[in-house]
Nanobody, 118 residues
């Protein structure tokens, strides 16, 4: 099983980006899917998560600006980021709780860089 994240880039303050993360391989089911980020020199933090029943939860710092969603048919999770701020600059990672060949494990994607700067 692999997670492939994409969609990062350089954007001006107030702009938008949409991150995607697709799971591939032998997958029986995907439970919670999450986005984390790690700003330069800081620890990794949870940004948003979405459960298998599409319940969502967000970090206070992104509430009202970011939206997490998933497409179960495509084994993909998205993060729509609006009204971006310089403090959103970070390496963004996707994470998923996946059952593969009857084994349940936690997987990480490779990270995609988001830079918010004028």
């Amino acid at each position: 099983v692999q997670l492939q994240a994409s969609g990062g880039g350089l954007v001006q303050p107030g702009g938008s980006l949409r991150l995607s993360c697709a799971a591939s391989g032998v997958i029986d089911s995907i439970n919670t899917m999450s986005w984390y980020r790690q700003p330069p020199g800081k620890q990794r933090e949870l940004v948003a998560l979405i459960t298998s029943s599409s319940n969502t939860n967000y970090a206070d710092s992104v509430k009202g600006r970011f939206t997490v969603s998933r497409d179960n048919a495509k084994n993909t999770v998205y993060l729509q980021m609006n009204s971006l701020k310089p403090e959103d600059t970070a390496l963004y990672y996707c994470n998923a709780d996946i059952t593969s060949s009857w084994r349940r494990r936690n997987y990480w994607g490779q990270g995609t860089q988001v830079t918010v700067s004028s």
